[in-house]
């Protein structure tokens, strides 16, 4: 038999537990950031201790060490000027070919992009997010790709007015429109999550079955649904499969941005 | 016990779910991130009552799936019940036993995430589950009990040093004085 402070106890439990399961999915969401507001001095006395950590090693770095990376940066500057004069004639010439064949004019995404920190990871092992500090007042909208130098990271899932959930590749919730860049071989398929959670890896699924795809062919967004422009790494085939007795196949895709180590991401701006 | 040692229970558990989410390192190195609510919902249902038990069902629950990508209420419930259960009969559980500590906190660790694993799949969440999902259970477990204990250690003492401590007995009694008498 229960006794008063238990049926108190469990009658407190049900009605909150019912209240917030029959939220409307808006308000949920947006209590859902309002919670999570109460973590932000955290993030933030984390963030700006990180951040005088970092100023205090520069100020202490010896002057010879930073002249040789002003000069490593400078030499690096100047490759992307060359590579970037090389692609604007590139874009001509293609924008030229594509007049004379009578195609469709590609929509140039707008290269702005927003640099954003990660401070926070999901706690729970079945879902693959991570919390930045950018959001609605950066400009910020839901399904924005998320990007490194390295390649493809998610898109945001959620937006508060401070900072953004990003579903990073290889959570359930995240489907990718893919192509296989390759010079013999231009498949397309849809890159979604792998079965196990562990690996840093992402399956690349409905390709046609008599498809030459090889380990080592680099994967990129196809661009398919809108949401990620095209042309941006995903990762690199690794192995490829049957599955349903043989019916299907897919590959397995090794994650080109490493998802593990976070620590800034590009926001892209369509 | 007065209301200090619920509010240092929640306090704790809102610290525990920042690092759960700041810090990666176990999650790098082992595959999984230890979760360290169970281990507090052992404490609270061992030495509080059941209001302190639902209040960090409800509060702990809350906070995690905020920052999680897990509809918000869904680890309430299951940590509801883990701390219902133990409370229920802490009378004939062996609080001061580490091997009893630990055997709870292990089981709690485990059950935790089966529970939410469970309400998530009968719902519309597609989770992350694979066969890597048992070597998370795993670790998860066996990290959750190794930390259950020093949860106690570490709550015990906090307690003890921001409760008011009992009044000690002295063996002085008056009436057994021996009155001298100096005629």
Not at chain 2, 68 to 91: D, K, M
Request: hydrophobic fraction near 45%; glycine fraction near 8%.
């Amino acid at each position: 038999m229960l006794k008063k402070p238990q049926y108190i106890a469990l009658v407190l439990v049900a009605v909150v537990a019912l209240i917030i399961f029959n939220l409307p999915g808006e308000t949920m969401s947006r209590f859902k950031l309002a919670i999570s507001g109460i973590f932000l001095p955290l993030f933030g006395l984390a963030g700006s201790s990180q951040q005088v950590l970092q100023k205090t090693g520069n100020t202490i770095l010896p002057r010879s060490v930073l002249s040789k990376e002003s000069e490593r940066l400078r030499q690096e500057n100047e490759q992307l000027k060359i590579q970037l004069m090389q692609n604007a004639e590139l874009i001509s010439e293609n924008a030229t070919l594509r007049q004379s064949l009578g195609w469709q004019k590609q929509t140039p995404w707008k290269s702005k992009l927003t640099l954003a920190r990660v401070i926070g990871r999901d706690p729970a092992n079945w879902w693959r997010t991570v919390l930045i500090d950018a959001g609605e007042k950066q400009g910020l909208r839901v399904n924005y790709p998320v990007l490194t130098s390295d390649g493809l990271v998610g898109r945001i899932a959620a937006v508060g007015p401070n900072r953004a959930q990003v579903l990073l590749l290889g959570d359930p919730n995240l489907r990718v429109g893919a192509l296989i860049q390759d010079k013999d071989v231009r498949e397309s398929g849809i890159v979604l999550s792998s079965s196990g959670p562990l690996d840093n890896m992402v399956d690349f699924q409905y390709f046609s079955r008599n498809t030459a795809i090889k380990p080592g062919q680099p994967v990129i967004t196809s661009g398919d649904g809108g949401v990620f422009p095209k042309g941006i790494l995903i990762g690199q085939i690794v192995d490829i499969g049957s599955k349903n007795v043989g019916l299907s196949t897919e590959a397995r895709v090794k994650i080109a941005a490493n998802l593990n180590s976070l620590e800034e991401v590009w926001v892209m701006f369509p | 016990m007065n209301a200090i040692t619920p509010i240092i229970v929640l306090l704790a558990a809102f610290i525990a779910i920042y690092f759960q989410s700041s810090f990666e390192m176990f999650r790098n190195i082992f595959g999984a991130q230890i979760d360290l609510l169970p281990a507090l919902m052992v404490y609270t249902s061992l030495t509080l009552g059941i209001i302190s038990v639902a209040l960090l069902s409800i509060i702990g629950g809350l906070l995690f799936d905020s920052l999680s990508a897990n509809p918000l209420g869904v680890s309430v419930v299951p940590l509801f019940i883990i701390g219902f259960a133990i409370h229920r009969f802490h009378g004939l559980l062996l609080r001061e036993q580490l091997s009893a500590q630990f055997a709870f906190g292990a089981a709690t660790s485990l059950l935790m995430p089966l529970f939410t694993l469970l309400i998530l799949m009968s719902g519309n969440s597609n989770p992350l589950v694979g066969w890597g999902t048992i070597w998370q259970l795993l670790v998860v477990g066996l990290v959750g009990g190794l930390l259950t204990p020093v949860c106690f250690w570490i709550l015990d003492r906090v307690n003890r040093a921001l409760n008011y401590q009992p009044i000690a007995q002295t063996s002085f009694r008056p009436d057994r004085e021996i009155k001298r008498n100096r005629r």
